[in-house]
T-cell receptor, first 113, second 115 residues
Framework: GAGVSQSPSNKVTEKGKDVELRCDPI?????LYWYRQSLGQGLEFLIY????????KSGLPSDRFSAERTGGSVSTLTIQRTQQEDSAVYLC???????????FGSGTRLTVV | DQQVKQNSPSLSVQEGRISILNCDYT??????FLWYKKYPAEGPTFLIS?????DKNEDGRFTVFLNKSAKHLSLHIVPSQPGDSAVYFC??????????????FGKGTKLSVIP
């Protein structure tokens, strides 16, 4: 597609439930990134994919967080047993080369109640 | 430990005047710097960047200045327009090494341009 697409745009979930967030990167972009922005904070790096592999998962805040990417395209970020502190805007970005000129999606606003 | 700091959470400027947004960094490995602009309910969009081999980069109304010795950069918008009202994020990366793919962001500065 023309841009990075994320779905859903908003998600309200009950504490303890699992959620899946989806990202469709720009076609042909091999690098894909997940960031999150909590209230009043900057963007926090979560995970980076090059193709289908994730060389760096160090930003994932806990083992409740996981992500995968299939076919070098769509990525899913899964949060298990959600907690209130998981409430944030989750942003996906893609780029044709690493580290420069990210294109971000509009994000998924996750609210855990 | 914040490696990229934007110490002003907000800034108000009159239309037509200059807006100056500041950013400081602590990691001496950073050698590439970017500014992103974010409107509500949208993702950040790339605005302008600068490599550490330069001390200035200009693109239309936007100019970024880099002072490596002070580990400081600034974004100048001249003249400011109401459509420039947004949150501006400073970001940095190290072009070599294990973390070269990762951008480290500041917390952002909300710019309001008053008509």
């Amino acid at each position: 597609g023309a841009g990075v697409s994320q779905s859903p745009s908003n998600k309200v979930t009950e504490k303890g439930k699992d959620v899946e967030l989806r990202c469709d990167p720009i076609s042909g972009h091999t690098a894909l990134y997940w960031y999150r922005q909590s209230l009043g904070q900057g963007l926090e790096f979560l995970i980076y994919f090059q193709g289908n592999s994730a060389p760096d998962k160090s930003g994932l805040p806990s083992d409740r967080f996981s992500a995968e990417r299939t076919g070098g395209s769509v990525s899913t970020l899964t949060i298990q047993r959600t907690q209130q502190e998981d409430s944030a805007v989750y942003l996906c970005a893609s780029s044709s080369q690493t580290g420069y000129g990210y294109t971000f999606g509009s994000g998924t606003r996750l609210t855990v109640v | 430990d914040q490696q990229v700091k934007q110490n002003s959470p907000s800034l108000s400027v009159q239309e037509g005047r200059i807006s100056i947004l500041n950013c400081d960094y602590t990691n001496s490995m950073f050698d590439y710097f970017l500014w992103y602009k974010k409107y509500p309910a949208e993702g950040p969009t790339f605005l302008i960047s600068i490599s550490s081999i330069k001390d200035k980069n200009e693109d239309g109304r936007f100019t970024v200045f880099l002072n490596k010795s002070a580990k400081h950069l600034s974004l100048h918008i001249v003249p400011s327009q109401p459509g420039d009202s947004a949150v501006y994020f400073c970001a940095a990366s190290a072009s070599s090494g294990a973390g070269s793919y990762q951008l480290t962001f500041g917390k952002g500065t909300k710019l309001s341009v008053i008509p």
